[in-house]
């Protein structure tokens, strides 16, 4: 089965940056479009970015453009989501997504049928 465990969460401090991991098993990595995903209590999931296969092409929301980084390392089944200067606004749950091949629409939620559990990120002021 299909397997999407996020991690590199925590509690940090505003401006701080931090890389988060997504590791895959189960499906075909080199193959699969990645996406990344928030949602803070209250509010609706929302997209951050995704890249599409090995070396692919690197789609982002306007508010994570220049801010956040999504990239992968297919030798190791795993996605990255790196976020520069974090502030209190960014605390939310953060998920991975997957699907293999291409989504058909590269921000849709609906698009990725496997999902990781997330991992929490809270900054602090």
């Known amino acids: 089965q299909v397997k999407l465990v996020e991690s590199g969460g925590g509690m940090v401090q505003t401006g701080v940056s931090l890389r988060l991991s997504c590791a895959a098993s189960?499906?075909?990595?080199?193959?699969?479009?990645v996406g990344w995903y928030r949602q803070s209590p209250g509010k609706e999931r929302e997209f951050i970015g995704a890249?599409?296969?090995?070396?692919?092409?690197?789609y982002y929301a306007e508010f994570a453009t220049g801010r956040f980084i999504v990239s992968r390392d297919n030798a190791k089944n795993t996605a990255y989501l790196h976020m520069d200067s974090l502030n209190p606004e960014d605390t939310a749950a953060y998920y991975c997504?997957?699907?293999?091949?291409?989504?058909?629409?590269?921000?849709?939620?609906?698009?990725?049928?496997?999902w990781g559990q997330g991992t929490q990120v809270t900054v602090s002021s």
């Open positions: 997504a997957a699907k293999r091949g291409y989504p058909g629409r590269y921000s849709a939620g609906n698009e990725y049928p496997y």
């Open positions: 890249i599409l296969l090995e070396g692919g092409s690197q």
């Open positions: 189960g499906i075909d990595f080199t193959n699969s479009a």
